[in-house]
């Protein structure tokens, strides 16, 4: 089959891609998405995430290798392997980020990412309950804070305020700064997802096709062009081909793994892996970022953790309030509290982002809460500078990548986490909220100096998963997507998902990722030209007589002229259109981007050689016709002409019919009257520009 644009990824972006392109019902959507769709009630319940991550229904569970930042360490990087992505099981926390990070990408060298370019995309997506500023009310994503408070947070925020931090009601309106109750992406208790409020309407929309399962292999890339894609399902290899654009939002580790088993890399490395390189890019996998953070933990002397609440008869009750009322512990993110604070006041903008969590996890990382009251404050660098790398292992789709992460690499990482810990322990220090701490579980009161709290950092922390930047977007020899997000060097192929940023937002990073498909998407309806107008355009461009005119030096054609010829007619318009698609067209109506025309001159005199056309509708039947002057007939272009014809319909497994002799006046002047043409001398019609007729003209037959 054939489409307009196929999507690689139905996670946050690609959800929004699917449902905002297919708003116009004259464009038609491939969504092809690797996991399956869940139907499990946890997907709806905001605690459901503590289940989800880790679960390899859910889960892509990649893990990093030994990082040498981490004395060789290895953690999990939880990816969603489900219909939605990530975002079906995330922790729900809505961070825009701050402006400066925006106007940085546009400092970089990105016309359009500027903080007020941007802003209107982040409205755009939500509907912001209770919050006015600088925020949207009719968005498709539902953003509160939560609906029941707690007592820790309360403590937290208040201690926070008496150290001289401000209390922020709503950090996304432009200043980031303070602390209070987080913004997550629930409504009336229930997640609010990308599955449900982008694509649940666009699913039923007969121009979006949606495949699950379908595990996407390589690119399909001809001539310098992306032209659909390989993927497999349900066992079987199948081919989508598009039109106008294939689209990447794989995410930040598989959307770099597609490109580069589809040639696309660093030339070295794809050789090294047993693959032919088709463009040098040695950016793609690199410049991979993550907040990582560090968890410290205090025990709670009164019952008012999530701790308690989610054991024994106190779980049931829970379960019953969340299933009569969608209300209690169950429909609360796992992190209530924020606060986005300066390590130091020389910094102009927050460098430091706190989770206050009224919960805390036993040893190891089972994700299993703890039996006794218990509190987690979990702190990271909002703009890390250390950089890892995700690349392929082998030219085996099913390998999963290597990913590098190298959390530590930098010292000023380093320097802020052990600052943020020590921030952390003042606050809980100061009354009311060390009114409510027993004493410090982790890292514990014999961790003072900052030599034993880095140590501390490198044998406990782990990712917030948050991870991004692999095809990083800019203009250097680095940059993988240009400020349009389309790939350098490949046409046809763009990347829109968390991968593109080329640096990490100022917080958690869906809101971001959300607002890159947002804005994404309007660039690609943006970008969408007809084919005849790119026709037309690429004419103009290379002062041509016709867009596909092929110039015969001689009066035949050897097998490098015709090579020449197929080149030419792709450049100019099967590339833009290729002969090997069927467009699925409205019953008895053809478009002018459906015909295919070649045209064969002798370069010396200028005279016509010959013609043809490839017409392609919604049957595949109609006939395909052939007819070249006696000039041509004599000179012995005619029939390579007619092959070359021929072989390119049965590529595409189009009936073709050779009319080589016996071509009637009546017949030649019939069907090209429908094309528009005049009749003219012993070639029975000819156009002096097909080019303006198959440009303007829309022909029904």
């Known amino acids: 089959m054939v489409y307009d644009y196929i999507i690689v990824g139905a996670g946050s972006a690609g959800c929004v891609l699917a449902s905002r392109l297919t708003e116009d019902p004259q464009i038609n959507v491939l969504l092809l998405e690797a996991g399956q769709e869940r139907h499990s009630p946890l997907l709806s319940v905001p605690m459901g995430e503590v289940l989800l991550m880790g679960n390899p229904r859910y889960d892509w569970c990649f893990i990093t290798e030994p990082d040498p930042t981490l004395n060789q360490r290895r953690l999990q990087i939880p990816r969603g392997r489900l219909l939605g992505g990530s975002n079906a099981i995330n922790g729900l926390i809505f961070v825009r980020g701050q402006p400066d990070d925006f106007d940085g990408w546009s400092r970089m060298g990105n016309p359009g990412w500027s903080w007020d370019e941007v802003l209107p995309y982040f409205k755009k997506l939500e509907t912001a309950v209770n919050l006015r500023h600088n925020r949207g009310s009719d968005g498709p994503i539902s953003v509160d804070v939560p609906r029941e408070r707690n007592p820790l947070c309360d403590a937290f925020i208040e201690s926070a305020r008496q150290l001289g931090y401000p209390y922020n009601e709503d950090y996304n309106d432009g200043n980031q700064e303070g602390v209070g109750y987080y913004q997550a992406t629930h409504h009336n208790g229930k997640r609010s997802s990308v599955k449900d409020r982008f694509l649940r309407a666009a699913r039923h929309r007969p121009n979006l096709t949606l495949q699950t399962d379908a595990r996407v292999t390589r690119l399909l890339l001809e001539q310098g062009r992306c032209v659909g894609v390989e993927y497999l399902r349900q066992g079987k290899t199948c081919h989508a081909r598009c039109r106008q654009e294939t689209i990447l939002s794989a995410g930040t580790i598989q959307s770099p793994q597609l490109l580069e088993l589809s040639g696309i890399g660093a030339s070295s490395l794809l050789a090294q892996r047993g693959i032919t390189p088709v463009q040098h890019l040695p950016g793609v996998g690199e410049n991979f970022r993550d907040h990582f953070a560090v968890r410290m933990k205090w025990r709670i002397n009164a019952p008012i953790t999530f701790n308690e609440r989610t054991r024994g008869l106190a779980l ?104 943020g810990m020590h921030i952390a322990r003042e606050i809980v220090k100061r009354s009311p909220l060390a009114d409510y701490v027993s004493h410090e579980l982790a890292p514990g009161d014999g961790y003072t100096s900052d030599e034993a709290l880095l140590d501390y950092i490198r044998l406990n922390g782990d990712t917030s998963y948050h991870p991004v930047g692999t095809c990083r977007m800019g203009q250097d020899a680095l940059a993988v997507v240009d400020h349009r997000l389309r790939v350098h060097g490949i046409d046809g192929l763009r990347v829109v998902d968390a991968s593109i940023m080329p640096t990490m937002v100022s917080g958690n990073t869906n809101a971001a990722s959300l607002m890159i498909a947002e804005k994404g998407a309007d660039m690609i309806l943006q970008d969408r030209i007809s084919v005849t107008e790119r026709w037309r355009r690429q004419q103009q461009q290379a002062e041509m007589l016709a867009a596909t005119d092929i110039v015969i030096e001689s009066g035949t054609l050897d097998n490098h002229e015709v090579k020449q010829l197929l080149r030419q007619s792709e450049d100019y318009a099967a590339s833009l259109y290729p002969p090997e698609s069927v467009h699925m067209l409205p019953e008895s109506e053809l478009m002018v981007e459906d015909v295919v025309f070649l045209i064969a001159r002798d370069r010396q005199q200028g005279t016509l050689l010959g013609c043809g056309a490839i017409m392609l509708n919604d049957d595949y039947a109609e006939l395909k016709r052939m007819f070249v002057s006696p000039e041509a007939r004599r000179r012995g272009v005619a029939k390579k002409l007619l092959n070359m014809l021929e072989q390119r319909a049965q590529q595409a497994r189009i009936p073709f019919i050779r009319l080589e002799t016996g071509v009637s006046q009546p017949e030649a002047v019939s069907l090209y009257q429908r094309l528009g043409y005049r009749e003219c001398g012993p070639f029975g019609v000819y156009c002096p520009d097909p080019l303006s007729i198959f440009m303007e003209k829309r022909v029904a037959l």
């Not at 009322?325 to 390590?343: I, N, T």
């Not at 660098?381 to 530590?408: K, N, Y």
């Open 316 to 419: 049931t009750r829970e379960i019953v309030r969340y299933t009569m009322r969608q209300s209690g512990v169950l429909s609360l993110p796992v992190a209530l509290g924020f606060g986005f604070l300066k390590s130091s006041a020389s910094e102009p903008f927050p460098d430091l982002q706190f989770h206050l969590s009224p919960a805390s996890y036993g040893p190891g990382s089972t994700r299993r809460l703890d039996s006794q009251p218990g509190m987690t404050i979990g702190i990271y660098p909002l703009r890390p500078a250390s950089q890892g790398a995700v690349h392929i292992r082998s030219r085996d789709p099913f390998t999963a990548p290597d990913i590098m992460p190298r959390f530590l690499e930098e010292e000023s990482d380093r320097q802020r986490l052990v600052i």
